[in-house]
């Protein structure tokens, strides 16, 4: 029976130690939960910002592609109406000339002349002005 009695004692210490672990073991668990939950909360912010920072990147490099187009027609606008001004000057002008050549002491249209040719080069300056302020 003393044979026994060991196997029994023996039986009974085992099933001890296998009911309850240690509470080595479950605060070693716990930290390494924990530990672990928080570099994963690190890791997940981390990837949030970069994927925020690739989303406003894209979005600001959109705006800035249509923002060039927008400058890029508006100053074709006004050089093609610059330039449209800049060939009636030079017709108002020839005209002038041609007008002083002819004029004699009876006819005064020069005058009517000057005022258009004043008129289109203050129109000029004007759009000048503007693409100046545009560049």
Known sequence: MSNNT???????????TTRRPSAKWIVLIWILLIGAGGVSAYLYSNH??????????ANWQAKTEE?????????????????????????????LEFTK?????????SNKLYT???????QLADLQKKMDLLK
């Open 6 to 16: 060991e196997l029994a004692t023996d039986a009974a210490r085992t099933r001890r």
């Open 48 to 57: 949030l910002k970069e994927s925020m920072m690739h989303q406003l990147n």
């Open 67 to 95: 923002l060039k187009a927008d400058y890029s027609a508006q100053l074709s606008t006004l050089s093609t109406e610059v330039n449209t001004l800049q060939s009636k000057v030079e017709a108002f002008n020839e005209l």
């Open 101 to 109: 050549d002819n004029t004699t002491d009876k006819t005064d249209n």
């Open 116 to 122: 258009q040719l004043s008129e289109v080069k203050k």
